[in-house]
């Protein structure tokens, strides 16, 4: 009884809404709501009655050509709308075992780029499961993140042990946009928030999220993060906020209940979708592909600033962000699958096909392959001698190569005819444990030639050194050499007059 005069007070103060239109209109609308008034109301039949208000509204407001009174009517009802609900869940109390949860508040779907709010067709499975689900339009700050989503269950839980209470919506936020500092929590984009944002700048949210009636997500929390990110992010431009103003989602019918919520949460957080990334050798070519017809299209050769520019937007073409670090690699790791590639199908006879399926395998250590173009570096190593690099290609095409240490090492070994004759050992070895031990002789070797010729040219350096600074003003300690590198002159000098005094004893006196 409580709960039918509480629901009939509220349907009064509509009603007085709708007199202050015009009389006829307030008639109107409370012959619509007679049955709320006299008889207990069910969920369903509540929003029924409360929708055909809405609707008895809009037609007046449009019938004087009055927009802006059609939506304020619009928003002041379904602000009573939630008091109504509201009012029957205070009386209620909580839910009944096996009754259907009702939404404190009801979030409506909008038309927008001429797509009317709609059910979906066909009604989508999840976990076998078919759930009736209406499509539309909704503004992205109207979103509720999901505070019950796994994903966050440990952030939440510091959180709360740390403040006592549960987050706000834009503490919500900046734990998914790792804005917010936890113990625990390396720094960096923990959820990738900031590449999502990138490609949806570009594309669009293309997967709707699913968000309940009330507008609580049931999945796409970082796909709603990613268009916040945007909206407050100078890094993107006005057209790229406007396409993460509003997303295109999926809501569930007022007549869902929690095995509706259910199977939609089990289906798209623990059924694999079964989808595969591309492999970085695809995406690298892609990219290699697009620079070729770049530079095809450019009057004279471009300079340095020119490459820049032109690797900025090849970059934000293909979503990879503002930093051009990707595409630099991708470029240089391509050209030096393009030389092994080449070598193997035209010097050594492979099948085609054969050598880009190792290619594409091996990728990855092409990028280790193209660093260092200087002196002491890799790819310097391997630009001294043909001869070398292809022993190198040899090793890689046969999977010798078992980890990026060994790659790195290559820069010691190529003028060391020793080590080098372990390579080819490594090379010419029956299986992966022979190969793996003359590589790490080869290494083994490297290393220890290294060290002699470091020992060897120590006393030149330290007569050279002592010459230099006895030679230098002492003003120069003053006003030329930075504090920091006074306090690394101090450290090394004091290391030095340990190990000096324990081999020299009274002599150093």
């Known amino acids: 009884m409580k709960q039918h005069e509480g629901i009939q007070e509220e349907f009064k103060a509509i009603i007085k809404i709708a007199q202050n239109v015009s009389e006829d209109v307030g008639q109107e609308v409370e012959e619509v709501l007679r049955e709320g008034r006299e008889n207990p109301l069910t969920r369903e039949r509540a929003h029924r009655l409360l929708g055909r208000v809405i609707t008895v509204l809009k037609r007046s407001a449009a019938r004087r050509g009055d927009a802006a009174t059609s939506k304020s009517l619009e928003g002041s009802i379904e602000k009573l709308i939630e008091r109504v609900i509201s009012t029957r869940e205070g009386l209620d109390g909580s839910a009944s075992e096996g009754q259907d949860r009702w939404p404190s508040r009801r979030v409506t779907l909008i038309a927008r780029n001429r797509i009317d709010p709609g059910p979906v067709y066909p009604r989508p499975c999840f976990h076998g499961k078919e759930v009736a689900m209406n499509a539309g339009f909704i503004k992205t700050t109207d979103i509720e993140l999901w505070d019950h989503n796994e994903r966050l269950d440990i952030h939440l839980g510091q959180f709360r042990q740390k403040n006592g209470r ?9 734990i998914m946009l790792s804005r917010m500092k936890l113990p625990g929590i390396e720094d960096g984009d923990q959820f990738k928030i900031t590449e999502l944002a990138r490609s949806v700048a570009i594309n669009g949210v293309r997967k709707p999220p699913i968000i309940d009636v009330d507008g609580t997500l049931l999945d796409g929390n970082r796909r709603v993060a990613a268009c916040r990110y945007i909206l407050s992010s100078d890094e993107f431009e ?22 509706d919520r259910n199977a939609v949460v089990v289906s798209l957080n623990f059924e694999h979708d079964c989808k595969e990334d591309w492999p970085d050798y695809v995406k690298a070519r892609k990219v290699h592909e697009e620079w070729q017809a770049m530079l095809a299209t450019e009057p004279r050769s471009p300079g340095p600033a020119r490459q820049a520019e032109m690797k900025r937007a090849l970059s934000k073409k293909f979503a990879l962000g503002p930093d051009t670090s990707t595409v630099s690699r991708f470029l240089k790791m391509v050209d030096w699958a393009n030389e092994f590639e080449e070598y193997h199908i035209n010097v050594k006879g492979h099948d085609t096909y054969e050598v880009k399926h190792r290619a594409n395998r ?10 260092g173009t200087k002196p002491g570096g890799v790819a310097y190593a391997l630009g001294q001698e043909e001869a070398f690099k292809h022993l190198v290609f040899d090793l890689l095409f046969d999977g010798k190569f078992k980890n990026w240490r060994q790659i790195r090492e290559l ?11 372990y390579l080819e050992k490594a090379k010419a070895a029956p299986d992966d444990e022979a190969a793996e031990e003359h590589l790490e002789n080869a290494m083994t070797i490297a290393r220890s030639r290294k060290a002699e010729l470091r020992e060897v040219g120590a006393n030149t350096r330290i007569e050279a050194f002592v010459e230099w600074l006895e030679e230098l003003p002492v003003r120069a300690f003053r006003d030329a050499i930075r504090p920091d590198n006074l306090k ?22």
């Not at 549960?166 to 900046?174: G, I, K, N």
């Not at 820069?411 to 004759?421: P, V």
């Open 488 to 509: 690394r002159l101090l450290k090394a000098l004091r290391l030095v007059e340990k190990q000096a005094a324990a081999v020299l004893g009274k002599e150093v006196e």
């Open 362 to 371: 091996y990728f990855q250590y092409f990028d280790e392959l193209a660093k």
């Open 238 to 259: 006005s057209d790229e906020k406007r396409r993460a103003e509003y997303i295109y989602v999926w809501q569930l019918t007022e007549h869902a209940d929690d095995d």
């Open 166 to 174: 549960e987050p706000s919506a834009e503490e919500l936020l900046d």
């Open 411 to 421: 820069k010691l070994i190529y003028d060391n005819e020793e080590a080098r004759g």
